[in-house]
């Protein structure tokens, strides 16, 4: 019996996704080693802290390109509702899975939207920040300073949300990163997860 | 003579915080002395520099100005920096050098990310490894006497050396030995300050009133001082007039650095507490 | 040196350069020691620093010197002689001059003859026809016991001291304002702290160069230097003197042996046509003593020559050929730079041999030059690196195909690759050693000359010829007779007794009886038995002075300061004793070599050993323009003559064929003062081959001041060109607040400023400064007016490398 799936997340949604993604996580660690001393070691990671310091800015180039092709794809969906609104008045419930009292979520929650925000803003802070920092000359040191620390700040909120994404996406809700695998979730799923979303039914 | 190279603070360390102890910290501490009331902008240092350190000649062009280049580069550690200034009827033209100030609290070095790229020694000199710079030009910003330069070639930051390896056998950097009119001196830091201060009695006895030793404490002082003979007038030397290590962005970076690592630890612990609390969420569990 | 030998009796720097640092005042005019003596100017900043001396810069422009200076007065160029002149005027009314030395020490109470005067510019016994100076009427005026009358309270109008200041009553502030174009004020602060030194315990002194001597008054800007220091009893002093400061590490050496024209090594005269035997040129050029208490040294001249002929002769000089006498050539006219170069441009030269320098950016007027260049036959350069010189015929504008000159370019080594000596300015003979080998196949010097020699002598041996007789009786006695080394050079100047074969140890065992050879006798004494006094490295110094008697071989004798008998009073007491020359223990004079007998009694004879006076002269019958200084205005002025219309330059300059209408003309509009230097970056041409000093100095530029610039549209590192009737130069222009316009007699004077250096050869390439430069020089010793001439103006587009 052919099992049904609704999809979730087109193909080239899933590979602007592991763009963002996979350049996120290689800048963090890099970002990572320039901020502390003690993991300048994985710089290793891209052959070496030289390597490592001309591959850093390049790759936030292209994660630069990715976030704006995330932002144009996703934004319609990501602006809040009332029922969203609520749902972040139940958020402690949805972390103890006390599912009756939480809201229902359309195609995103209230989370997702919130996180999609933040990262758009973080964004804008890293590759503002990032491309003085690349081409620092004629800019003041004062200048130069402080987006070093915005630089790192963005660093921090955003490393903070990948690790609650990335334990959502995977351990802590199973089938969710299927979505953004093969693109498709089960019914099963989204009833739990997004009731309202009515997504379009896959055949295997 | 090699005990005069003994480490005091390597970049992106912990000596870079907390200074290393050695059995020769209390060696000799060295300093530049250069008496701009003595210099007649000959730029003889600035070619013994280029000579000595074997830095490669730049294509330079006049530019309405005695002064060779426009600015310090990665092949020009040393400038000699030319200025006009008119005081009522009098003229003053400002010559002064510029180079490496040799910071006791170097800003470049606590703002370099690249373990080992910049090492201050005991004797106070300040040293940019290049082959362990990653060439991220934080150095440069750290810097409050815009010191350092970029080399698009080798993509790595250079600046003056005080000389490291004259040094070590036990001799003065080679700017100090090519001055003429000995408007350069070398030696114990000490010396070198008592010194400065017999030159700034001497200038306010010719009518200096405002004659002053450039040793800024904001950066803990520096191993190249100035006598500067209008002291009121560091701006128009290019001097800034309160240097600090480490300005306030790179003082709040640190702290938030500090902090961040809590939060990152305490990220993945609250994700794996979490998930030790309640579990894994699935349709089974609802079904 | 013309001007210091017509007052002192010898032309060098009086101290030396670390003498310098003994000194209350340091006075800067005429020399840019910063930039063009930094080495030396080490010891005006420790005058300054260590001695409380106030260093003062005059210049039309204010320089690196001006930089480090307690004050500068800027001035406009070739005003020098108004300033010094109106300086002797302030010393003299406000009597700050040191009477008893003046009295002592300089012919102040000589009485002139009562046909002397000086009226509307000119001094009597001028002839319109040839404009030349009779000298008659300079004459003292003498006794019946044959020496000249004195009147040693200086009251007597005929007396030196009397028509001195009446000379220089004309100079008053006001005057000399108006003629430089500096302040009042300004020029009264500068007279009280220079008119300071005027006391026993007070001395100063006086660094001046070329800024001085190429002026068509250039001579004379230097003696009214010289008469000022001598009313303030400043010469003979540790920290005084008038101190010229030569343009390269050997000018001075190079000098000493007969580099400029006119003499014979060691400042003897070149026997002229008239003097047909050596009785004649001996008679004619050894003086008499003018009074009884005088050591006349040069009485000993004949010693000297005599010498000289049998160190150039040996064995073929002997009593009866006149010692080779007659080998000699006698000249006629003078072989200065502008006559050598007329001669060519009158097409009666056929040759010219350039060793060690470069003719054709070292002269002024270019276009001129180039056209006399080409019509020689041949030319040959010898130098370490391809000049301009050798290169003429590709001169920007000349097309090579009309010049038919040969040119031979030979390289030879530089002198970091030799051994030898070097006489500084301060006459210190200083051994080197050889730095560096030379590049494989470059010859030296030494061997290029040498080899000509050997040749040139075969050629005629083979053939005959004119002057064959002088060509094969040349000593040339060396342990190589090809390659001569230095070592072997250095002993022949030095000079041997011809009996032991010994090297001698002083010029006073110099003898006219053809025992003794001695190329150079200044130089007697700098390589002895004891070995090269030259190389001598002790640095002893007992006076505390910086006199380092053991520091190489020092012209004359060892001496450190000439004339250092003036420093000390009548009884043999110094002046002042911290600063003490030398001092008589009532048996001999201690501290420097004396320029006296070391046992000779301090009232045996006056000071100055060298004039038949036996004191320093304010009045001097030796130059051709004047006993006493007078103001004229550069050949090419913006101005007139203040102190007298009708005669507004100096009247007996020479002129050659066709300079006159080179010079802007009042009708041409030529409205702006300009002037040509050297700057630190920059030795002679040789540092356009050193890429990091042309990476220091690169470009060719113009320096302009800003109020110009502003009113002709031209910016800082823009582009600029100027030109004057001769030519036309372009570069950066570096619009500087250094150069203040002035106002000189009523009108607003504009100075702009041209560094030599550039030409057309060499990693850098840009205009010769002596594109504008004019065919004209000083009265005495032609040396060009390459510092004061008019040009104009402009902004300009293009780019022209």
């Given at each position: 019996m052919a099992k049904s799936f609704l999809r979730r997340f087109t193909y080239f949604e899933r590979v602007v996704h592991w763009v963002v993604g996979v350049t996120f996580v290689l800048l963090l660690l890099t970002g990572l080693a320039f901020a502390y001393p003690s993991l300048f070691w994985l710089t290793t990671f891209l052959g070496g802290g030289s390597a490592a310091r001309v591959l850093h800015p390049q790759i936030g180039a292209v994660f630069g390109v990715g976030l704006l092709l995330m932002f144009g794809l996703w934004v319609r969906d990501m602006f809040l509702d009332s029922q969203d609104r609520q749902w972040l008045g139940a958020i402690k419930h949805y972390a103890a899975h006390e599912r009756d009292k939480v809201p229902p979520a359309g195609k995103y929650n209230a989370g997702q939207k919130l996180f999609f925000w933040v990262q758009s803003l973080l964004g804008i802070v890293f590759v503002a920040s990032g491309l003085l920092l690349w081409f620092p000359e004629g800019f003041g040191p004062g200048l130069l300073n402080s987006m070093r620390l915005l630089h790192y700040l963005a660093t921090l909120g955003g490393g903070l949300f990948l690790i609650v994404h990335v334990y959502l996406g995977t351990i802590a809700y199973p089938g969710t990163a299927r979505g953004m695998i093969d693109g498709k979730v089960t019914p099963e799923w989204a009833r739990l997860h997004h009731p309202r979303w009515t997504g379009e039914r896959v055949e295997r | 003579m090699s005990d005069t190279l003994s480490i005091k603070r390597i970049s992106a360390s912990p000596s870079a915080l907390i200074p290393l102890e050695s059995l020769r910290s209390g060696g000799p501490v060295y300093s530049k002395l250069v008496d701009i009331s003595k210099c007649i902008g000959c730029k003889g240092c600035e070619v013994a520099c280029k000579e000595w350190n074997d830095l490669k000649v730049e294509q330079t062009s006049n530019f309405g100005s005695m002064q060779s280049h426009q600015d310090l580069s990665s092949n020009t550690w040393l400038l000699m920096r030319f200025n006009e200034v008119e005081d009522g009827d009098d003229l003053h033209w400002l010559i002064k050098k510029d180079a490496c100030l040799h910071c006791e609290e170097p800003g470049c070095l606590f703002a370099c990310p690249a373990p080992g790229a910049i090492v201050q020694y005991q004797n106070g000199i300040v040293d940019f490894n290049q082959e362990n710079c990653i060439g991220c030009q934080y150095c440069v910003s750290g810097c409050p006497f815009d010191i350092p330069r970029f080399d698009k070639q080798t993509k790595t930051v250079a600046k003056c050396n005080m000389c490291i390896d004259r040094v070590e056998a036990g001799l003065e950097p080679a700017c100090v030995k090519t001055c003429p009119t000995n408007a350069i001196e070398w030696g114990i830091k000490d010396d070198m300050l008592a010194q400065a201060e017999k030159k700034v009695e001497t200038l306010r006895k010719r009518g200096y009133d405002h004659a002053a030793v450039y040793n800024p404490g904001g950066v803990g002082g520096t191993h190249m001082m100035y006598v500067v003979p209008h002291g009121d007038r560091l701006n128009d030397y290019s001097l800034p007039a309160h240097p600090v290590a480490s300005p306030g962005p790179l003082r709040g970076l640190n702290v938030f650095q500090r902090i961040g690592s809590y939060l990152f630890g305490a990220g993945v612990i609250s994700a794996l507490a979490h998930f030790l609390a309640v579990g894994p969420e699935s349709p089974e569990d609802h079904a | 040196m013309a001007s210091l030998a017509a007052t002192f009796g010898r032309g060098a720097m009086t101290n030396h350069w670390k003498d310098i640092k003994n000194a209350d005042v340091v006075l800067v005019m005429g020399a840019n020691p910063a930039e063009n003596h930094p080495c030396g100017f080490k010891w005006a900043i420790e005058a300054r620093d260590e001695n409380g001396a106030a260093l003062l810069t005059i210049d039309p422009r204010f320089t690196r010197t001006s930089a480090v200076a307690d004050k500068h007065m800027q001035i406009r160029p070739g005003s020098d002689i108004a300033v010094l002149g109106g300086l002797i005027r302030y010393i003299l009314t406000n009597n700050l001059h040191?009477?008893?030395?003046?009295?002592?020490?300089?012919?102040?109470?000589?009485?002139?003859?009562?046909?002397?005067?000086?009226?509307?510019?000119?001094?009597?016994?001028?002839?319109?026809?040839?404009?030349?100076?009779?000298?008659?009427?300079?004459?003292?005026?003498?006794?019946?016991?044959?020496?000249?009358?004195?009147?040693?309270?200086?009251?007597?109008?005929?007396?030196?001291?009397?028509?001195?200041?009446?000379?220089?009553?004309?100079?008053?502030?006001?005057?000399?304002?108006?003629?430089?174009?500096?302040?009042?004020?300004?020029?009264?602060?500068?007279?009280?702290?220079?008119?300071?030194?005027?006391?026993?315990?007070?001395?100063?002194?006086?660094?001046?160069?070329?800024?001085?001597?190429?002026?068509?008054?250039?001579?004379?800007?230097?003696?009214?230097?010289?008469?000022?220091?001598?009313?303030?009893?400043?010469?003979?002093?540790?920290?005084?003197?008038?101190?010229?400061?030569?343009?390269?590490?050997?000018?001075?050496?190079?000098?000493?042996?007969?580099?400029?024209?006119?003499?014979?090594?060691?400042?003897?005269?070149?026997?002229?046509?008239?003097?047909?035997?050596?009785?004649?040129?001996?008679?004619?050029?050894?003086?008499?003593?003018?009074?009884?208490?005088?050591?006349?040294?040069?009485?000993?001249?004949?010693?000297?020559?005599?010498?000289?002929?049998?160190?150039?002769?040996?064995?073929?000089?002997?009593?009866?050929?006149?010692?080779?006498?007659?080998?000699?050539?006698?000249?006629?006219?003078?072989?200065?730079?502008?006559?050598?170069?007329?001669?060519?441009?009158?097409?009666?030269?056929?040759?010219?041999?350039?060793?060690?320098?470069?003719?054709?950016?070292?002269?002024?007027?270019?276009?001129?030059?180039?056209?006399?260049?080409?019509?020689?036959?041949?030319?040959?350069?010898?130098?370490?690196?391809?000049?301009?010189?050798?290169?003429?015929?590709?001169?920007?504008?000349?097309?090579?195909?009309?010049?038919?000159?040969?040119?031979?370019?030979?390289?030879?080594?530089?002198?970091?690759?030799?051994?030898?000596?070097?006489?500084?300015?301060?006459?210190?003979?200083?051994?080197?050693?050889?730095?560096?080998?030379?590049?494989?196949?470059?010859?030296?010097?030494?061997?290029?000359?040498?080899?000509?020699?050997?040749?040139?002598?075969?050629?005629?041996?083979?053939?005959?010829?004119?002057?064959?007789?002088?060509?094969?009786?040349?000593?040339?006695?060396?342990?190589?007779?090809?390659?001569?080394?230095?070592?072997?050079?250095?002993?022949?100047?030095?000079?041997?007794?011809?009996?032991?074969?010994?090297?001698?140890?002083?010029?006073?065992?110099?003898?006219?009886?053809?025992?003794?050879?001695?190329?150079?006798?200044?130089?007697?004494?700098?390589?002895?038995?004891?070995?090269?006094?030259?190389?001598?490295?002790g640095t002893a110094d007992p006076t505390g002075l910086g006199m380092h008697h053991d520091w190489a071989f020092s012209w004359p004798l060892n001496r450190r300061v000439l004339y250092n008998r003036a420093s000390a009073d009548a009884a043999g007491n110094p002046w002042d004793q911290k600063r003490s020359g030398i001092a008589w223990t009532g048996r001999e004079w201690i501290g420097d070599v004396p320029d006296y007998g070391r046992t000779t009694p301090p009232g045996a004879a006056g000071a100055f050993i060298m004039t038949e006076e036996g004191v320093a002269r304010l009045f001097s019958s030796q130059l051709a323009d004047g006993p006493f200084s007078e103001h004229y205005e550069p050949v090419e002025s913006p101005t007139v003559n203040a102190l007298h219309e009708s005669v507004p330059i100096n009247p007996v300059i020479n002129w050659y064929d066709g300079v006159r209408e080179t010079l802007a003309a009042a009708t041409d509009n030529f409205p702006y003062a300009c002037t040509v230097y050297r700057v630190v970056e920059h030795e002679h041409f040789v540092t356009r081959n050193v890429p990091l000093l042309v990476e220091a100095m690169p470009d060719f530029f113009v320096e302009i001041p800003e109020g110009l610039a502003a009113e002709k549209g031209i910016d800082n590192g823009g582009r600029a060109r100027v030109w004057s009737k001769r030519g036309s130069v372009e570069g950066v222009a570096i619009v500087t607040k250094r150069i203040k316009p002035l106002t000189v007699n009523g009108k607003t004077v504009w100075t702009i400023g041209i560094p030599v250096h550039w030409g057309f050869v060499g990693i850098t390439q840009g205009s010769m400064a002596n594109l504008l430069t004019p065919y004209v020089g000083d009265a005495n010793t032609r040396c060009p007016e390459f510092k004061s001439f008019l040009v104009n103006v402009e902004r300009a587009e293009s780019s022209l490398a």
């Open positions: - | - | 040191h009477t008893e030395y003046v009295q002592e020490h300089t012919n102040a109470s000589f009485l002139v003859g009562g046909d002397f005067g000086f009226e509307d510019g000119l001094f009597s016994g001028f002839e319109e026809a040839t404009s030349a100076y009779d000298k008659a009427s300079w004459g003292y005026e003498f006794g019946s016991d044959g020496y000249v009358r004195r009147d040693q309270t200086l009251q007597d109008p005929r007396c030196v001291f009397q028509l001195l200041q009446r000379h220089y009553e004309r100079y008053t502030p006001e005057m000399v304002a108006q003629i430089a174009g500096c302040s009042v004020e300004k020029f009264l602060e500068m007279a009280e702290i220079i008119g300071s030194t005027g006391r026993a315990d007070r001395v100063g002194t006086i660094m001046y160069a070329v800024g001085w001597t190429m002026h068509t008054v250039g001579s004379q800007i230097i003696r009214t230097a010289a008469i000022m220091q001598l009313l303030l009893g400043n010469i003979g002093r540790p920290g005084g003197g008038i101190n010229a400061l030569r343009g390269h590490a050997n000018v001075q050496g190079a000098t000493d042996h007969a580099i400029v024209a006119g003499i014979l090594p060691g400042y003897l005269k070149v026997p002229t046509p008239e003097q047909e035997t050596l009785r004649d040129h001996l008679d004619a050029s050894t003086p008499s003593p003018l009074v009884p208490d005088t050591s006349n040294y040069w009485g000993n001249y004949p010693n000297f020559l005599v010498s000289q002929l049998k160190a150039w002769f040996g064995e073929n000089a002997t009593p009866a050929n006149e010692f080779g006498y007659q080998y000699l050539g006698k000249q006629e006219g003078d072989a200065t730079w502008l006559s050598i170069w007329d001669e060519a441009y009158q097409g009666r030269l056929e040759g010219f041999i350039a060793l060690g320098f470069n003719p054709l950016l070292a002269g002024p007027d270019v276009p001129r030059l180039i056209e006399s260049m080409s019509r020689l036959k041949w030319k040959v350069v010898i130098d370490p690196f391809m000049l301009d010189s050798a290169e003429f015929w590709r001169s920007p504008g000349v097309n090579p195909a009309n010049i038919e000159t040969e040119v031979m370019y030979l390289p030879t080594t530089h002198w970091i690759e030799r051994d030898g000596s070097f006489t500084n300015s301060g006459r210190w003979a200083q051994w080197k050693e050889k730095a560096i080998d030379p590049p494989d196949g470059v010859r030296s010097d030494t061997y290029v000359l040498s080899e000509l020699f050997w040749r040139v002598k075969e050629l005629y041996r083979q053939e005959g010829g004119a002057y064959n007789e002088p060509i094969q009786h040349l000593t040339w006695d060396y342990l190589n007779p090809r390659q001569p080394t230095l070592v072997e050079l250095a002993k022949e100047i030095n000079g041997f007794n011809q009996q032991t074969g010994e090297l001698l140890s002083s010029f006073g065992e110099l003898r006219a009886d053809g025992s003794t050879t001695a190329g150079n006798w200044i130089y007697t004494g700098s390589y002895t038995e004891d070995g090269n006094m030259m190389s001598r490295r």
